[in-house]
């Protein structure tokens, strides 16, 4: 009879893991007070119907570094979980169409990125053992007829030209009560989709062509403020500073001076609570598109002289991000390590966590061969190892050292419900 094997479980390869043990054991202790706190807040706000948060573990420093609300990557998630994602989907889509059997999705328009349709695939077919009929309608003017596409995995999507019919969107006679965007609407609002009766989750105005990440972080920092009074801890432990340039044109070489102020506050800010936890590691900023995704438009700095200057080939990587969009304005954030790493060869990861509605349901490692502790991992060359969630992030076991599977990642849980929360407020301020 064969013995199960533990589930691999990436480990902190710094000294400096002391502070965040800490911070987990405070948290193991208190979840009685967290788990009633988040129920008042779902109470007051609804969440969103799925989202992603990347996360970034400095053994020091515990904190999001990007909320996604059109996550892509669910072929990424541990399928021993998959029960939760089930369940999770039930709940929401009675509390948002109490009567809905189907669902139509509308996924991104980039057909030939096999990885996105895998992630589709898996999508779909958990709304679909959720006990719902649900079809794709593509936004693509590629798409103008029912287009099968195999996938590596021996999975099939089948994608079908969206229609709109007075005010509402379907497929021929399919015209479900609700529409599932896994678009990201970095080209912009569609058209076919504006001012229609049915329900378009999540709402347009959350696409990339308006929301901007710097309103999502003001709105994280409340929520970091008034979870650190609960638990009477330091907000800087679970919340990245950040500022933002809002006029810049890096092509014209407009917004230098203000990038490089900006820059060297930034700097400044972070080495005084190094300073203050006796932190011997250098201060970096991150510096991202304000709105978009796919890491692109990513650059990091560790004095105000790198962003002096840039050269052609680096204000080109920053001047667009998905879709070509034009980047305008930039968020520069605190730069967090990850000392996480994965394997034998010890490569850098970062954790990315999954909700549905208001529960977690799995996540992945992020993990990079080629890249250091303070470089962006979502890059080419990254891949995926799913989560190691032994048991569901918020059912912690107290008799188990942090380091335990479930308690680690019960603290990663904790600050991901914290970044969808305020993607939660977020939301509510459009309705």
């Known amino acids: 009879m064969s013995t199960a094997q533990p589930l691999p479980v990436p480990h902190l390869t710094t000294v400096l893991s002391g502070p965040l043990l800490q911070l987990e054991r405070h948290l193991l202790e208190q979840q009685a007070n967290i788990e009633g706190w988040f129920r008042r807040q779902w109470q007051q706000t609804s969440a969103p119907f799925y989202t992603s948060v990347d996360l970034r573990n400095a053994g020091f420093k515990l904190a999001p570094v990007d909320t996604n609300l059109f996550p892509a990557g669910f072929n990424n998630l541990n399928p021993a979980l998959i029960p939760l994602s089930i369940q999770a989907v039930q709940a929401a889509i009675e509390r948002i169409c109490p009567t809905a059997d189907q669902i139509l999705i509308v996924p991104e328009s980039h057909t030939r990125n096999t990885f996105y349709m895998e992630s589709v695939a898996a999508l779909q077919d958990i709304l679909q053992k959720a006990g719902f009929e649900v079809r794709l309608g593509s936004l693509s003017k590629e798409i103008t007829a029912t ?29 479900p009560c609700m529409i599932l965007l896994n678009n990201d609407l970095s080209s912009g609002r569609p058209e076919m989709l504006e001012d229609i009766e049915q329900e378009v989750v999540p709402p347009l105005e959350l696409g990339w062509s308006k929301r901007l990440k710097s309103d999502h972080f003001a709105h994280y920092r409340q929520i970091a403020k008034e979870f ?17 340039c809002g006029e810049i044109d890096f092509k014209k070489r407009e917004g230098e001076a203000c990038l490089a102020k900006n820059v060297g506050t930034l700097l400044t800010s972070i080495q005084h609570k190094y300073d203050e936890y006796g932190i011997d590691k250098e201060p970096f900023v991150v510096i991202k598109a304000d709105a978009g995704t796919y890491g692109m438009g990513v650059m990091t700095a560790s004095s105000v002289e790198e962003v002096q200057g840039l ?29 996480e790493t994965w394997g034998d060869d010890a490569s850098v990861a970062e954790p990315v966590v999954y909700m549905v509605d208001h529960f977690v349901v799995g996540g992945f490692y992020r993990v990079h061969t080629r890249r250091g502790p303070n470089e962006n991992l979502n890059a080419p060359g990254a891949h995926f190892e799913p989560l190691a969630f032994a048991e569901p992030c918020t059912t912690p076991n107290h008799s188990m050292g942090p380091d335990a599977n479930a308690n680690r990642f019960y603290a990663y849980g904790v600050i991901a419900r914290l970044a969808m929360l305020a993607a939660a407020r977020e939301i509510a301020e459009y309705k």
């Not at 650190?228 to 933002?244: C, G, R, T, V, Y």
């Not at 001047?319 to 520069?332: F, R």
């Open 147 to 175: 287009q099968v596409i195999d996938l590596p995995s021996g999975s099939r999507i089948t994608l079908e030209p969206l229609e709109r019919s007075g005010k509402r969107v379907g497929i021929g006679d399919f015209s």
């Open 228 to 244: 650190s009074e609960l638990m009477q801890i330091d907000p800087w432990l679970i919340d990245p500073l950040f500022l933002q």
């Open 311 to 339: 050269n052609r080939k680096q204000r080109n990587k920053m001047a667009a991000s998905k879709s070509g969009a034009n980047v305008s304005q930039v968020l520069l954030q605190e730069g967090v390590y990850t000392f």
